[in-house]
């Protein structure tokens, strides 16, 4: 569904996680999405959110590789 998303309540195990978690399509490229709930100095609530480019569907970045052995000095 091109243009549409979804966030659902995250079983939050640390304070610092999301409340809400999801992924949302724009223009065909898939994007994770993440709400935490916060409320402002005038004390109305409000949505924080994260929104980070997912390399391919299903997958995660790929996993820095360590060239230290390779550097002669």
């Known amino acids: 569904n091109t243009n549409r998303g979804?966030?659902?309540k995250n079983e939050k195990t640390k304070d610092s996680?999301?409340?809400y978690t999801g992924k949302i399509d724009f223009e065909g490229t898939e994007y994770r999405?993440?709400?935490?709930i916060k409320?402002?100095?005038?004390g109305k609530p409000f949505m924080?959110?994260?929104v980070e480019k997912l390399e391919g569907e299903g997958k995660s970045?790929?996993?820095a590789q360590?060239?230290?052995q390779d550097i002669p000095f």
């Open 6 to 8: 979804a966030l659902f």
């Open 17 to 19: 996680q999301p409340d």
């Open 33 to 36: 999405i993440a709400s935490w």
């Open 39 to 42: 409320t402002s100095k005038n």
């Open 48 to 50: 924080s959110l994260s």
């Open 61 to 63: 970045a790929p996993a």
């Open 66 to 68: 360590d060239f230290s």
